[in-house]
């Protein structure tokens, strides 16, 4: 029996949600699927980035495929995201990277050339 199917949701803090979800709109380029005062979700490449008003920050455990680390990187900071981590090398030509959004959970993007050779096969 395999009882995970794959990752679904990231589910991030949102204290404030309509400034988050409009934070979150902005920085993805994308309008949420579903947006109710409990809930907020986006579609993102096949899962879900959620925002729950009641949820504690996420301090970090997620990371989000990218395809060029270091514009991706930028890009979030731009917004006003702060760097926890600056891009950076972590082996087989995997780059890692983290930021914290305004609203104090962690983002991990993750450039892996292993993964999306695999993915499109």
Request: glycine residues 12%; negative net charge.
């Amino acid at each position: 029996m395999q009882p995970l199917l794959g990752l679904r949701t990231a589910f991030y803090a949102a204290a404030d949600l309509p400034a988050t979800r409009d934070w979150y709109a902005r920085a993805l380029g994308i309008p949420p699927y579903f947006d109710q005062p409990f809930y907020v979700g986006f579609s993102v490449g096949g899962y879900e980035l959620g925002l729950v008003p009641d949820a504690p920050v996420n301090v970090g455990g997620v990371a989000w495929g990218v395809a060029d680390i270091k514009a991706a990187h930028a890009w979030f900071l731009s917004l006003g995201a702060v760097e926890v981590e600056a891009p950076h090398d972590v082996g087989g030509d995997i780059q890692f990277s983290s930021v914290r959004d305004p609203f104090g959970n962690v983002l991990g993007l993750l450039q892996n050339p292993h993964f999306d050779a695999a993915a499109t096969r």
